[in-house]
């Protein structure tokens, strides 16, 4: 028996394997198909994974915006842990990621997304084929799967557990251990790397925690307890992320559709919103392939039809209005500025405004069709009888038909929709075709086994039309190859390698050339960075000069000085800047200036000399002297979170290193500690004496070691908590 | 005796009566001489030129096997498609010529009578279920008169669906433990048929199908399996044994050749054909719609009509509990969801997982299996129409047909208002109303006669395909491919009339068909589907290559080198160029240079320091040759596709070069002796001579025909022991 209990989950995997067979059994084919994950997200495994297979952390990244804290920045998941296993795969000996080992991580993803919808139906008492059937409707189909970068995906296989155990709460199972349990699952979701969909969830979650609340016969003061604790575990949980994310966000700014960035305490603007909200006709996309929609949550008509006939027989199941509710809530707020909620939730909710794409709502309307279409098989399954079985085979048939009835209509327009309305024909059939399997199922004449089979089958089939049918065929060249510039500048990487000093580059290339050629840039393509810097007057010659930029990487220059000094396959030239400052050197004089904008001014200004001065918000204890004589600074090792410079003052000065200030950078001077500067508003700086001295700055932030002893913490509760057993069921809801 | 002659008599009715449909059904073609079928261009121009030199050969006692008018000349069986062993050809090729060229009467009845075939052979499969004689007609010609049955019109495709049903017929008597080997030898007989008609993707198709059965009936008759085993085992066997004349020969050309096939550049054997190609050829859901309604195709109108899938439908569940019926239906589910290609996940993981199915690109031709599936159902659904247990459901049947018909007809009306831009169908959607409206009429009640109405409106339906479908010759904008054809005859008379057996070369956008089979006039140009790599791999065209393979005309509007001069021009309005320097087709050589490897060799063959006519390389350590002025220049004795015979008198040792495509199997004796030939220049023929006159004959010896013959022999001799045995029982 206990043998047989895997044979449906492995059944599912490798149904799951063989749909993305495109992936692994053919070298056509890449999920790497969108800018954002081939120039920005690729570009950051790569770093990390090269920092892993070095045996280092990648918490900095000095490759992008004159150096920024990676870890921080959450999008490059390394808190969480099924991301490390990709990191940790082999690389090639060149040290570039292998395309296979990407490939199977998307698969991997898939795999586990299904298997916690699998579990979430097994535990709602679904049968193997339902819950097999929810499974890949799940990972196959809706939002979660049209947002493939990895960072939301993982977040997705949360769901589905945290509601798990939050449902065992609402049946009247212990709320104190299920909230533990939902809470640290949740806090697994925020450890995933966005926040998009861990909001949502959590959203969710309260909304449950709230509803069980209301439901007690008898409201005591002590039920609060239970989802204290869940929310708790949540923090401890996800503290390893949630803390240097909250420690360098306030530091940040975030490009999120405004002309310049925002800060943390700015809020997006509402009519950013709108273009980011499902729309009225957008919602079609539930069930029609290819409509124009940000963030298609293609399902399919089977699955959508199996929900709606599943809530319908199954009303009287508490887990199915509940879910239904969690499906609408997702549906409403996906809406958008369409309706008032999302807008009073903006309004009065902290922090919900950083989410701002409210159509991924529709991740909780995924979970509910997946839920509902396995109590719809199940209901089936088990002959029940109902008018609705009849009904539903009648819309479905006539849903079908009036879809063909339009398609032909579109097709004969040539309509400028789903291929000519090509697609939309699919749905009719596939409408047509469950309502058929509807008819001859819930009448006995089909065998259980197919009657199980035949819609799973419907699904798969039907959700190929989903993202992977429209990843570009490598060897079609016809169409554009996103990733070509990544595998092009090769040659300007080597160049670029080949010129000896410590410099950095500038670029205009669309992808993050620095992450992705282990280059130093002055910029790349990063979704937030620190305002120190990009509050400079960021493109100004002096600026560029100041931060060593020697090389521009680009098609035209920036400055009629450039001079080109090597040109690439592609056309893309190298222009070499006519001066550079050092990275490091030593100033002798400081200039207080306490107000941080008048201190970029004062910066920017022709009395202030960054050779020879240094801008502080204060004066440091430790006053630095002037002198004749000559100071030297050295770079002596350097990997990305430690630098080691030797220096030689001829008095007492200022050491500045032109590297981005973070908190989290420490200074030893001569193996001693020292207090470190944000010199000039955005670098670092440490004091000296006369003489030579060995300086180390080191990357060691608090919030990411105090962080991650929270997490341990709340994975050693939930293990304790996990390993006592459980009191006995208490009422039963339903 | 006269009760035999009545019995004989009864035997023939049902063939009879499927011949007199099935020509009634083509009486376009055979009853009038006013249309063709030949209306597109790889009929016209790539089939038509291939049977056209195929007749020509069999007319002079040959077989083709070799055909030297394309491309320099490459193997005629071995590229398949040109069905040199098919038999459902035989006739034509044997056919008597009208002053040497293939009638157009004779390609209309050849056209015809496959269909008549397929029909008796879908019969058989629909009696061997105890489907009533009206209703097995009735689907036998659902199947081989409508959709692809009736649409795919390249021959070496269409014969393939010839075979198809009586392979599964064999397959499914074996299952049901009626002489399993026996059937399951015949089964594989059939299908090994199929793989004769040249084309490789019917014949997978059909294959896959038979394989998934089985393997379906290995599990399922767990009580049989060794039986069923041993049957399938046979079915291979003779599967393999049948097609071999065609498969060996054709396995050994595809894996030198390289193919068109959609991707940006020919591909090797060992290249899978890029998935996106089978994207393209995937069967769009628009086609989808096609089965029902006619017009809505994008490249193979899949047109099965309204009335043969809802009486399918119809058989499926009013006879679900019969065995066959779930293996109809699994047949016209499986063809349904493979032709949908990459629109499902199915046909993409047959790509992904079965070796050899990526060569078959067109997944939207696997609807000839849902056919099959279908119109099984539909023969299963026409008996129960008059069945009054499922009354109710004919009644339901009759509504669906009679809604169907008001929407397709209002649908239409509208369209036809709005002026909205059809795809094709015209008026033809609003006809198939009316039929859908008529067997409402029908269907309300239960008479002797409904079966036959019904049957005489599904025949209407798929008729409506043939309505726009075949060139009339009236209509010059679609019937001018074959009169192109004919507007080069005198540029084939100019080059005939010009010594030295010149080549030619013409550029297909000005001459889009196979000039050289076409006119017997060898050419470096031709439409193919493949060309052997040995060709390919040079720079084909590069006036030097051309100028080694004796290229000495061009057809074409503009010159494709600066050195040709004007020589003629053609009332068509092409000019033919001469390229003075184009070397004899053949001559002597007395040095042989040796090319470390291809690439040098391929590089030496472009070098101008070389001197073609006076030297020559080989890969590797060329043979030894003397250096001397010779008596006289070689020449041809008698010169046929498959034999040359040249007499040479050399001065001293040398080589005689024939600049025809070196091929491993042509072999070569000097006065009687077996000599080996060189792949002179790699890629032409030479045979080293020593001093003195020599007769030299090369011939044309493909091993792999040879054993291919003779495993079809031997499987074809198992056949007739297997099919005798049990007529003697």
């Avoid at chain 1, 508490?318 to 500025?337: C, F, N, T």
């Avoid at chain 1, 920036?558 to 690439?568: A, I, M, N, T």
């Avoid at chain 1, 107000?595 to 001065?613: C, H, I, L, Y």
């Avoid at chain 2, 550049?265 to 995937?282: C, G, I, R």
Wanted: hydrophobic fraction near 50%; include cysteine; aromatic fraction near 14%.
């Amino acid at each position: 028996m206990s043998r047989r209990r895997w044979i449906a989950p492995l059944l599912l995997v490798v149904a799951i394997v063989l749909f993305h067979w495109k992936l692994w059994l053919t070298n056509q084919y890449t999920w790497v198909e969108s800018p954002d994950l081939a120039y920005q997200v690729l570009p950051w495994y790569e770093f990390s994974a090269y920092e892993l297979h070095h045996g280092r952390l990648p918490l900095w990244d000095p490759y992008t915006f004159g150096g920024q804290p990676l870890h921080a920045g959450m999008q490059a998941s390394l808190a969480y842990p099924v991301h490390w296993l990709f990191l940790a795969a082999p690389m090639r000996k060149s040290g570039w990621l292998y395309g296979t080992a990407l490939n199977w991580y998307y698969i991997l993803i898939r795999c586990l997304v299904a298997l916690a919808m699998y579990w979430f139906c097994r535990d709602l008492k679904r049968s193997q084929w339902a819950s097999v059937l929810a499974g890949l409707i799940y990972s196959l189909g809706g939002v979660e799967i049209t947002t493939d970068w990895p960072q939301m995906a993982h977040a997705t296989v949360w769901a589905p557990i945290v509601f798990l155990f939050l449902f065992r709460v609402l049946r009247g199972r212990s709320a104190v251990r299920n909230g533990i349990f939902a809470g640290a699952s949740l806090g697994a979701a925020w450890l995933c790397g966005h926040y998009a969909y861990p909001l949502f969830i959590s959203l969710a979650a309260v909304g449950l925690w709230i509803y069980w609340l209301a439901t007690r016969p008898r409201f005591q003061w002590a039920d609060v307890k239970a989802p204290a604790l869940c929310f708790l575990f949540t923090g401890l949980v996800g503290a390893a992320q949630l803390l240097p994310a909250a420690e360098f966000a306030p530091l940040a700014r975030r490009w999120a559709g405004t002309d310049v960035p925002l800060g943390w305490g700015e809020k997006i603007p509402y009519h950013l919103f709108d273009p980011l909200s499902m729309s009225a006709d957008g919602m079609f996309s539930f069930i029609f392939p290819y409509l124009n929609q940000n963030y298609a949550p293609y399902l399919g008509i089977c699955a959508v039809g199996l929900a709606f006939l599943g809530a319908a027989l199954m009303w009287r199941e508490q887990a199915v209005r509940v879910v239904s509710m969690i499906g609408i809530g997702g549906l409403i707020y996906s809406l958008g500025s369409y309706t008032p909620i999302h807008g009073w939730l903006y309004a009065l909710v902290p922090m919900i405004e950083k989410a701002r794409a409210p159509a991924m709502a529709t991740l909780l309307v995924s979970v509910a069709v997946a839920v509902l279409a396995a109590y719809a098989l199940d209901s089936v399954l088990a002959l029940e009888k109902s008018e609705w079985n009849r009904w539903f085979s009648i819309g479905l048939a006539v849903f079908g038909f009036g879809v063909l009835v339009v398609g032909s209509v579109l097709v004969a327009r040539r309509a400028d929709v789903m291929n000519g309305g090509d697609y939309f024909l699919l749905t009719g059939i596939y409408a047509a075709m469950l309502a058929l399997w509807l008819a001859a199922a819930s009448h006995g004449r089909l065998s259980r086994s197919w009657a199980a089979f035949c819609p799973i089958a419907l699904v798969v089939i039907e959700l190929t039309k989903g993202p992977s049918s429209t990843w570009r065929n490598q060897e079609d060249h016809s169409r554009p190859n996103i990733l070509t510039p990544l595998a092009e500048d090769y040659k300007i990487a080597q160049f670029l390698h080949s010129e000896r000093g410590q410099w950095r580059v500038e670029t205009d290339v669309p992808y993050s050339f620095g992450d992705w050629w282990g280059i130093e840039t002055i910029d790349g393509l990063v979704a937030a960075v620190t305002s120190n810097i990009i509050d400079q007057d960021f493109f100004s010659p002096r600026f560029r000069e100041f931060m060593s930029v020697r090389f521009r990487v680009a098609d035209k220059p920036s400055r009629p000085d450039q001079r080109v000094v090597f040109e690439g396959p592609r056309g893309l030239k190298v222009y070499e800047n006519p001066g550079w400052m050092p990275r490091a050197w030593i100033v002798h004089e400081v200039v207080v200036e306490p107000n941080a904008k008048a201190m970029s001014a004062r910066w920017t200004s022709d009395g202030f000399d960054p050779r020879r001065q240094v801008l502080l918000k204060s004066q440091p204890p430790a006053k630095l002297e002037t002198c004749q004589g000559s100071d030297a600074v050295e770079i002596g090792s350097r990997i990305p979170d430690r630098v080691e410079l030797k220096a030689d003052a001829a008095c007492t000065g200022m050491v500045i290193l032109n590297d981005v200030y973070c908190p989290g950078w420490r200074v030893s001077v001569d193996g001693k500690s020292q207090p470190i500067y944000e010199a000039d508003g955005f670098v670092r700086g440490v004091v000296v004496d006369k003489g030579k001295h060995t300086v180390v700055f080191e990357y060691s932030p608090w919030s990411v070691k105090f962080g991650v002893l929270l997490s341990l913490i709340g994975l050693a509760g939930t293990i304790f908590v996990g390993r006592r057993k459980e009191e006995p069921d208490g009422v039963n809801y339903s | 005796m006269r009760v035999a002659s009545f019995n004989t008599l009864r035997r023939l009715q049902i063939p009879a009566i499927l011949f007199l449909i099935v020509v009634g059904f083509y009486w376009r073609l055979v009853l009038t001489n006013q249309y063709t079928w030949l209306h597109g261009p790889d009929y016209a121009n790539q089939v038509m030129p291939w049977y056209q030199f195929e007749a020509g050969e069999w007319h002079h006692h040959r077989i083709p096997l070799w055909d030297p008018y394309e491309w320099a000349g490459q193997s005629i069986i071995g590229q398949g498609q040109p069905g040199v062993a098919d038999p459902l050809n035989l006739p034509l090729f044997w056919w008597p010529l009208r002053k040497s060229w293939l009638s157009e009467g004779a390609m209309h009845w050849f056209y015809v009578l496959p269909h008549w075939i397929a029909a008796m052979g879908f019969y058989a499969l629909c009696r061997e279920f105890a489907r009533s004689k009206i209703a097995s007609v009735i689907a036998a010609c659902l199947y081989t008169l409508g959709g692809l049955g009736s649409s795919l019109d390249w021959p070496q495709m269409n014969h393939a669906t010839v075979w198809g049903p009586v392979a599964l017929l064999f397959v499914f008597r074996a299952a049901r433990g009626k002489t399993p080997i026996a059937s399951g030898v015949l089964s594989g007989f059939f299908l090994g048929l199929a793989w004769l008609s040249g084309h490789h993707q019917i014949p997978i198709y059909f294959t896959l199908t038979t394989v998934g059965f089985w393997i379906h009936f290995f599990i399922v008759e767990k009580d049989r399996r060794w039986q069923i085993a041993q049957a399938a085992a046979a079915a291979m066997i003779f599967l393999f044994l049948v097609s071999a004349i065609q498969t060996l020969p054709a396995l050994e050309y595809g894996r030198e050749a390289r193919r068109w096939a959609g991707a940006e550049d020919a591909l090797k054997w060992n290249q899978p054909v890029p998935y996106y190609v089978h994207e393209t050829f995937s069967m769009s859901p628009q086609s989808m719609l096609g089965i029902l309604l006619p017009g809505f195709d994008t490249s193979y109108p899949p047109h099965l009509g309204f009335i043969a899938v809802l009486l399918g439908l119809f058989g499926m569940v009013t006879t679900w509990e019969e065995r066959s019926t779930h293996w109809f239906t699994a047949i016209a589910a499986g063809g349904f969801f493979y032709s949908l290609g990459a629109n499902t996940i199915f046909q993409g993981l047959f790509y992904a997982l079965v070796p050899m199915i990526e060569k078959a690109r067109v997944a939207a031709i696997a609807q000839i299996i849902f056919d099959l599936g279908i119109c099984g159902l539909a023969a299963a659904g026409i008996d129960q129409l008059g069945n009054i247990e499922w009354a109710v459901w004919r009644k339901r049947l009759a509504w669906t047909f009679g809604t169907a018909g008001l929407i397709m007809m209002s649908t239409a009306a509208v369209f036809t208002l709005m002026k909205i831009i059809w795809p094709g169908a015209e008026d033809r959607w609003m006809m198939s109303g009316w039929l859908a409206l008529a067997c409402w009429l029908v269907l309300r009640r239960n008479t002797k006669q409904t079966v036959l109405w019904i049957g005489f409106l599904a025949f209407t339906e798929i008729s409506l395909t043939t309505v726009r479908s075949w060139a009339s010759n009236d209509a010059k904008d679609r019937s001018r491919l074959l009169e192109g054809l004919a507007s080069g005859y005198d540029i084939a008379e100019f080059v005939r009339t010009r010594p030295g057996a010149p080549r030619m070369s013409f550029v297909l956008d000005d001459i889009p068909y196979s000039f050289g089979d076409w006119w017997g006039i060898e050419t470096i140009e031709a439409m193919v589907p493949s060309t052997p790599e040995e060709l390919w791999r040079n720079d084909v065209w590069s006036r030097r290559t051309n100028e080694l393979f004796g290229v000495r005309y061009y057809a074409s509007k503009k010159p494709r080198f600066a050195e040709l001069s004007k020589l003629f021009v053609s009332k068509s309005g092409l000019q033919v160029w001469e390229d003075p320097d184009a070397l004899p087709r053949i001559w002597n050589v007395h040095e042989a240079l040796a090319a470390k490897d291809l690439g040098k060799a391929l590089d030496m063959l472009q070098d101008p320091k070389i001197d073609l006519r006076k030297q020559t390389f080989v890969i590797g350590s060329p043979p030894k040759l003397d250096t001397c002025d010779d008596p006289a220049p070689p020449v041809f004795v008698s010169r046929v596709p498959n034999r040359l015979v040249i007499d040479a008198n050399m001065g001293c040792r040398g080589m005689v070069i024939v600049d025809d495509l070196y091929d491993k199997n042509w072999k070569a004796t000097v006065d009687g002796r077996v000599v080996p030939v060189v792949e002179a220049y790699a890629i032409v023929r030479g045979v080293v001579v020593d001093k003195g006159p020599h007769r030299i004959e090369l011939i044309y010896r493909p091993l792999s025909v040879y054993v291919g013959a003779l495993l079809s022999l031997f499987g074809l001799a198992g056949v007739c022991v297997v099919v005798f045995g049990r007529v003697r029982r």
